[in-house]
């Protein structure tokens, strides 16, 4: 369906300040952005504008290779990354960047947020992957492109599903998530947010502790997501 683009606009403008409300971001260190490929067109933050000051309409609007055509700010200095998984990634919706304290500090940390329990599998079907960090020559090119070049990398040398893990963390970066639409995007962020707190606590309750068994994985995820779903309500976009 064709979205209406003023529409787009409020519903991004809404999904960004609604970031500092779940606690995700800090200062301007965030932003969301959606597509519609049927117009052509992509909303996203204005880049360094306080989510105070943010309304629908200084929302910088962008054709499918991320060249504005609407507005008089800068796009967000991300909008090359949201470009390259827009176009790798045709389910995709809606994405967020940010810098959220607990699930940088596993990208920092190098590492993948492993699988402990059911409110990991709700949402995320398995470890959320740690992508590598980019090279000099990634970060001196055409660096915020060749991140989005460095995830869906890890996505496809562990063969996944987007749809299936909608996160992941980059190496001395920070995370990233996207949905079906911007509200979705912003709901798995504070999902791995959350999930990121609570490994922290778990390994350092048990430092030995192992990952949870696949079988309960596959109950708590496909008990909302598989074709047999029977959690919440129809029409449930979480």
Not at 181 to 210: D, F, G
Request: net charge negative; proline share 7%; hydrophobic share 35%.
């Amino acid at each position: 369906m064709v979205k209406n683009l003023q529409e787009m606009r409020k519903r991004v403008c809404a999904a960004n300040k609604s970031l500092p409300k779940h606690g995700l971001v800090k200062f301007t260190w965030g932003n969301v952005s959606e597509v519609c490929r049927e117009l052509g067109r992509i909303v996203i933050k204005p880049s360094g504008v306080d989510y105070d000051l943010l309304t629908p309409e200084n929302m910088v609007v962008t054709d499918l290779d991320g060249h504005v055509v609407e507005g008089d700010l800068n796009p967000s200095s991300d909008l090359p990354t949201h470009v390259r998984l827009y176009k790798a990634w045709e389910e995709v919706g809606g994405i967020v960047h940010t810098h959220s304290t607990e699930a940088v500090g596993w990208a920092q940390a190098g590492r993948d947020i492993p699988f402990y329990g059911t409110t990991h599998a709700d949402y995320f079907y398995g470890p959320v992957p740690c992508a590598r960090s980019l090279t000099k020559e990634e970060v001196d090119g055409a660096y915020e492109q060749e991140t989005g070049s460095v995830i869906l990398e890890e996505f496809s040398k562990r063969g996944l599903d987007p749809m299936a893990v909608p996160g992941i963390v980059v190496r001395n970066h920070g995370p990233f998530t996207w949905g079906k639409t911007p509200e979705q995007a912003v709901y798995h962020s504070v999902v791995l947010e959350e999930v990121a707190k609570m490994n922290r606590l778990t390994e350092q309750i048990n430092p030995r502790v192992e990952p949870a068994p696949k079988y309960i994985m596959d109950k708590h995820y496909l008990r909302k997501h598989g074709p047999n779903a029977y959690y919440g309500q129809k029409g449930d976009v979480h």
